[in-house]
Structure formats: structure tokens, C-alpha cells
């Protein structure tokens, strides 16, 4: 009786630990799919995201393009020859000499190291140049007293984030693959064809997404009729008013139940604490 009762427990003990063990077996092939399933390029968690081809070809081109730019109005005339020998004579603006330096003096890929990821924008805008609002945010917070943590030292707060060191390294890869490509462009199409269709939007990403390509950053409040001009008037106006209230000496009451002169945030003797990764900013 008791050999029998035995036995019963111990079957249903097993197929108890056999369940567990199956739901538990399903549970991480699930999550393991799910990680898979993960679009690099459109994941929220910072530390997975990759920089897509269209952004890759798209900040390449718009650097190599603002350097082509900067010679484009050149009238220089290049002579080549020495001595005896027959001296030839060319434009520099369509010579091999020009496309060289706006390539490789230096790489053109090193440029992109000028990005900051903003992670208060999305898609390709997430990346520009200058500091995000984030860190501007975080960093005023610095020199108030407020001790901010990023899991990193203060000192390499502004160097490129793991995503702009991914883009940098795709960047020399792709300046490589399509040098001849970009040649054929500058000898032979730049006056009838933009860089950026000919070599992103009918070659590198002729069959990706070529969204990115017409995502273009907007100031705040530009309407695209004017506003430009409307929010630099705003901006004046309010530094007039600014100046005007500091020489008539007039002060912002203090908030209620503060004493006039301190910071809300922190103080010296008791500094404020705040816990970021850096690869969410």
C-alpha cells in the first residue's frame, strides 16, 4: 500500500517538474525569437541599434556633397608639366585633383565621428552634429552641483556613442565600394543629376527603404514660409526684452516656500543625484 502511494506521488511529482521544465524550455525559445525577430534599425533599446544603410549612404553623401560645395565656385586653373615638356592646362573644378581632396584630405568618413546621436529625434535625424538637448540638459545640471550618473567618467561624456562608431566603421566600407561609382558622377553626370539619387537612391538602396532620404529637421515652429526669419525676429525680441529687465533691475519673485537666491535643484552641502546610461541620451 505504501510501495503503491509512493509510486503515485512520485508520478505526479514528475509530470509536475516535466511541465515546469517545458514551460520554462518555451519561455526562452520565445524570448530568443522575439530578440531575433528585433529590427536593429528601428529597435528603442540604444544599446541594439544599428545604423541603417539608407542613413549610412544618406550622412555620407550629405558630408562629401557640403565638401564638393565648398569649391564649387572655384575659377582656378590647374597647369601640369615641367621643364621642356608640353604644359597642359584644366579647371580645377572638374579635375581628379578636386574629387581627391574631398574624399581622402582628409577621409571624408572621419567627419562623420561630428555626429551626436539625439535621441530626442527619430529615424535619421537622430543623428546631427552638436550636443543634444539631452546632454545640454544633463550637462547644465553639472555645473549646477547636481552629480549625474552615466556609468562612464565626465570626461568621455562627448565622445562618439557606440551608434556613431558603428556608422564611422560602415562608412570607410562603403567609400570603397562605391568610389567608381562616385567617379563616374563627378566626371560625368553632377550637372544633370543629384549625388545623393545617383549613388543612394538608384544603387546602394535600390531595393531598401529609402525613407530616410526625405526626412529633413525643421526648427521648432518653422512653417516653411518664412518662419526662419519669423522665429530669428522672436528670438531678438526676446533677448530685448531680457536686456530690458536686467537694467531695470527687476527680479523673478521666488517660488513659494523658497528663499530668494537659492537653486531649487541641489545644494552644495547635499548634491542631487542623477542616474542615466549613456546610451539612452
Known amino acids: 500500500m505504501l510501495a503503491m502511494a509512493f509510486r503515485n506521488n512520485w508520478r505526479r511529482a514528475s509530470f509536475v517538474l516535466l511541465f515546469h521544465l517545458l514551460l520554462t524550455l518555451d519561455l526562452i525559445f520565445a524570448s530568443k525569437g522575439d530578440e531575433e525577430d528585433e529590427d536593429p534599425y528601428t529597435t528603442s533599446d540604444p544599446k541594439k541599434r544599428e545604423p541603417s544603410p539608407c542613413e549610412i549612404c544618406k550622412f555620407f553623401i550629405t558630408e562629401l556633397q557640403q565638401r ?11 597647369e601640369t608639366g615641367h621643364g621642356l615638356e608640353r604644359k597642359k592646362r584644366f579647371k580645377y573644378l572638374t579635375s581628379e585633383l578636386r574629387l ?8 571624408i568618413c572621419e567627419n562623420i565621428l561630428h ?6 529625434r527619430k529615424g535619421s535625424l537622430r543623428y546631427a552634429k552638436g550636443m543634444s538637448e539631452t546632454m545640454q540638459t544633463l550637462h547644465g545640471l553639472v555645473n549646477k552641483g547636481v552629480k549625474v ?12 556613442s557606440a551608434e556613431v562608431s558603428k ?8 567609400a570603397e565600394k562605391y568610389e567608381e561609382a562616385i567617379e563616374d558622377w563627378y566626371y560625368n553626370r553632377q550637372d544633370t543629376e543629384s549625388l545623393i539619387n ?20 525643421e526648427l521648432k515652429g518653422d512653417t516653411g514660409d518664412g518662419g526662419d526669419d519669423d522665429h530669428a525676429q522672436k528670438k531678438k525680441q526676446v533677448k530685448k526684452k531680457s536686456k530690458k529687465k536686467k537694467s531695470d533691475g527687476v527680479t523673478p519673485p521666488p517660488a513659494s516656500g523658497e528663499e530668494p537666491g537659492t537653486i531649487p535643484t541641489t545644494t552644495a552641502d547635499t548634491p542631487a543625484t542623477v542616474g542615466m546610461d549613456k546610451d539612452e541620451l
Open 149 to 160: 550618473e552615466l556609468g562612464i567618467p565626465y570626461e568621455l561624456w562627448d565622445k562618439p
Open 68 to 78: 564638393l560645395d565648398l569649391s564649387a565656385k572655384s575659377k582656378e586653373i590647374i
Open 115 to 120: 555626429y551626436n546621436v539625439h535621441a530626442e
Open 167 to 174: 556608422m564611422h566603421r560602415a562608412c570607410f566600407t562603403f
Open 198 to 217: 545617383f549613388i543612394c537612391a538608384e544603387q546602394f538602396l535600390k531595393d531598401k527603404d529609402q525613407s530616410c532620404l526625405k526626412e529633413v529637421f
Open 100 to 107: 581627391t581632396e574631398a574624399l581622402h584630405e582628409p577621409h
